[in-house]
């Protein structure tokens, strides 16, 4: 599978890279290097709506072929939710914690050895992680091999960006790089500079340095960033969706139901699916067209196919 060759890949070149680094070299990594689909050019997507949790995201997984399509047995895994925010799961702002939780309990039936859930909070981290109730949902699990994880600062790397256009170097949370897979859980919601946030821009919350000078040339720089990190599976929550005065929301007006989610292991295809939930199309939403345009993914509903 192209997949399990792009991130074993990403861990070879970051071993190799780090090992350089120590005599003074800057790591390099470049997905671009490695094919995005499969050689028909066709990518599958999942859209499922439901509103037992649990069953929606056994039921979006399935029609995937299951978790253990992305997680082989004896792996390590990040589960990456959007936890940016000092909200409550009813406003919308970040990841549904009965979503998160329900992801982490596929993976370890999939039988991964270990699995991180973690997130680079904008508000105080240790409020986020609480009212966000993902902390409390994970830990419910009752699992030693799940954490959840405050990051570490002392953790991040500056890597050499290859293809880079907007980044040439960047810090970057080596967790997430190291780990065998990494599975990309965000939120479906407006956002008030890129009009909406999806797979793409989630990416954000595994790099380090000042986030919001990407924020003048942010399509680039999205595309950039995710030339490094890889998601194996991006799954976007759209239980609720926060259709105003995003990312960071707070009003409960501003909160839809939907009770929907959408899968893909090409990023691209679930962020242009999950522009239809408020009323975009893809070609008008920027981060999306570049990221397409750079090879990460697919928004050509020719090559999608809807399972």
């Given at each position: 599978?192209?997949q ?23 790591p ?14 066709r ?73 991180q ?6 508000n105080?981290?240790?409020?986020c ?43 970057f ?20 500079l890129?009009?909406v ?22 399509s680039?720089s ?17 239980v ?28 691209v ?5 999950a ?16 990221a397409?345009?750079?090879?990460l ?6 090559r999608?196919?809807?399972?």
């Amino acid at each position: 599978m192209a997949q399990l060759d792009r991130r074993r890949f990403v861990r070879q070149s970051l071993h190799g890279a780090l090992a350089a680094a120590t005599l003074g070299t800057l790591p390099v990594l470049d997905l671009l290097a490695l094919p995005a689909r499969a050689e028909s050019g066709r990518v599958a997507l999942a859209l499922r709506e439901g509103q037992d949790i649990e069953r929606l995201v056994a039921d979006t997984l399935a029609a995937l072929g299951g978790m253990e399509k992305f997680v082989g047995r004896g792996e390590t895994v990040v589960v990456k939710p959007n936890i940016g925010w000092d909200r409550s799961p009813e406003t919308a702002a970040n990841t549904n914690p009965l979503v998160v939780r329900a992801v982490v309990e596929h993976c370890l039936e999939a039988g991964a050895r270990s699995v991180q859930v973690f997130d680079r909070s904008a508000n105080d981290a240790r409020r986020c992680y609480v009212n966000s109730g993902i902390e409390e949902a994970v830990n419910a699990i009752g699992s030693d091999r799940v954490r959840v994880e405050h990051m570490d600062r002392r953790a991040y790397r500056d890597i050499a960006i290859k293809k880079g256009v907007e980044l040439t170097n960047w810090p970057f949370y080596v967790p997430a790089l190291e780990a065998d897979r990494f599975i990309n859980v965000p939120i479906a919601k407006h956002h008030g500079l890129s009009t909406v946030t999806f797979g793409l821009k989630n990416i954000m919350g595994v790099i380090g340095g000042n986030r919001g000078v990407l924020h003048r040339r942010l399509s680039e720089s999205l595309a950039d960033i995710n030339t490094v990190v890889h998601s194996d599976l991006t799954l976007i929550d759209a239980v609720r969706i926060l259709v105003a005065n995003g990312p960071q929301g707070g009003r409960l007006e501003d909160v839809r139901r939907t009770d929907t989610l959408i899968a893909s292991a090409d990023i691209v295809a679930a962020d242009a699916a999950a522009c239809s939930l408020f009323g975009h199309a893809p070609e008008d939403i920027e981060m999306i067209t570049e990221a397409a345009r750079r090879g990460l993914g697919t928004m050509n509903p020719e090559r999608i196919v809807r399972v």
